[in-house]
């Protein structure tokens, strides 16, 4: 999964991190003092954190990630202590790890931005998976014929359309953007269904009930077309959540509800992401990802509507269900323009430890690309909570700072996960 940009700005999937290209202050006023454009674009960022952990399509990238990082982990445990070939190649289709990476590659869809997107056609392609699987044997995509090109419409497409719709409801003021792929999810609705779309927000509820399944441009384009066959069109957007919840779905060849499917996942990621750090002495670490999840799951079970409360609740500044559920989570980890960081804690936790999710991000690098510079030398200068005094290992071999007496984040993970001794080669 790559960066979620919307002009310059950007958000990290399953590593909870913003980069922001404009200042932001550490202050309890911060968003109040923020231009209409600047915090047009922080929502959106945020928005995509809230897809992070409210989804099925956020929940399971981070699983994806997390079985990766572990399946290196232990494959190097296989190598006597002393060096190991970087970017790390692991056994084909280990655990399924490969199968998983190659189904959430594919699903993600095109990366290009397209000022001006012009459908002529959609169509719709099944071809075999890459690797054999007893429960997926053929993944189908979409694909928009424009006049001189085609380009796959997928998750990511979504997710930006769903920012970008929610965006304009509550902080409205900001850049424009590309129409691929922040209006995709818009242009297609017009496409396929017109009258569906006279409500917008019926589209922003399409795109979060699409991101509740494994392939959620399938689900966008197939919902509008069984609408449209039907002549049916909701009294209001809060009923397309009836009809998504009331229908059984399949996970691995097993009936179950949309929501229960949900839940396991849910489950199945805290514990992933809890072996990241896995002691007693890492409570605060854990408390975050319980946080986070439970929040997560307990507004989809609970309130399955917050997404449409939020665009229904005015400005972004004074929007209730916005505050509220802000309040609950607190923010990803914010990088701004002057690398400065920043983090708002939930009213239930700090979210200090956040930290260590762009630390594993750095060592995902290593293992999987190669990267062998942390890029959390800012973060650490800035720190207040360690001692932590940045040197030329943080550029050359960051994984040495796992013997300190002050750990970094980076050396933190190193030595917790049994790797000094182990120094990673380029090919």
């Given amino acids: 999964m790559k960066l979620l940009k919307e002009n310059s700005n950007s ?99 095109s990366y290009e931005e397209i000022d001006l997107l012009f459908i002529i056609d959609i169509e719709m392609v099944t071809k075999k998976t890459k690797y054999l699987n007893p429960y997926f044997k053929d993944l189908t995509y979409v694909y928009l014929k424009l006049r001189n090109k085609k380009i796959q419409f997928g998750a990511r497409a979504i997710m930006e359309s769903m920012a970008y719709l929610l965006e304009k409801q509550i902080a409205p003021g900001g850049s424009s953007v590309y129409e691929y792929p922040y209006c995709s999810a818009e242009f297609i609705t017009l496409k396929v269904y017109p009258e569906f779309a006279e409500d917008p927000l019926n589209i922003l509820a399409l795109c979060d009930l699409s991101l509740l399944f494994s392939n959620p441009a399938v689900i966008f384009v197939n919902t509008l077309k069984e609408f449209k066959e039907s002549h049916y069109i909701p009294d209001k957007a809060e009923d397309l959540y009836d009809f998504f919840y009331k229908r059984p779905c399949s996970q691995m060849n097993k009936e179950c509800s949309l929501i229960n499917g949900l839940f396991n996942l849910g489950q199945t990621v805290r514990k992933c992401l809890k072996t990241y750090l896995n002691h007693p002495s890492f409570k605060a670490f854990h408390n975050i990802i319980d946080n986070l999840i439970i929040c997560g799951l307990d507004y989809r079970i609970n309130h399955p509507t917050f997404i449409l409360d939020i665009a229904r609740s005015g400005n972004a500044l004074y929007n209730n269900q916005m505050r509220l559920l802000f309040n609950r989570t607190g923010s990803p980890i914010i990088k701004d323009c002057n690398e400065e960081y920043f983090i708002i804690n939930s009213c ?19 293992l999987s690309k190669g990267d062998d510079c942390c890029n959390m ?37 190193w030595k917790h996960w049994n790797l000094p001794g182990y120094r990673p080669l380029k090919r």
């Fill in 11 to 109: 958000y990290m999937p399953a590593f909870f991190y913003m980069d922001l290209k404009f200042p932001f202050y550490d202050s309890s006023a911060v968003l109040y003092n923020l231009s209409k454009q600047n915090l047009a674009s922080f929502i959106h960022e945020y928005i995509h954190f809230l897809q992070d952990i409210t989804t099925y399509w956020g929940l399971n990238n981070a699983y994806v990630y997390s079985e990766y990082i572990h399946g290196a982990i232990n494959q190097i445990y296989k190598y006597p202590k002393g060096s190991f070939r970087i970017p790390l190649r692991l056994p084909n289709n280990l655990n399924n790890i490969d199968f998983n990476q190659a189904i959430i590659e594919e699903c993600t869809g």
């Fill in 348 to 366: 239930s936790f700090s979210n200090d430890d956040l930290q260590f999710f762009p630390a594993i991000e750095q060592i995902f690098n290593l």
């Fill in 377 to 413: 030398i800012c973060w650490c200068q800035q720190s207040t909570h360690n001692k932590v005094i940045v040197d030329d290992r943080c550029i050359n071999a960051p994984w040495e700072r796992c013997t300190d007496t002050y750990l970094c984040p980076y050396g933190t993970l």
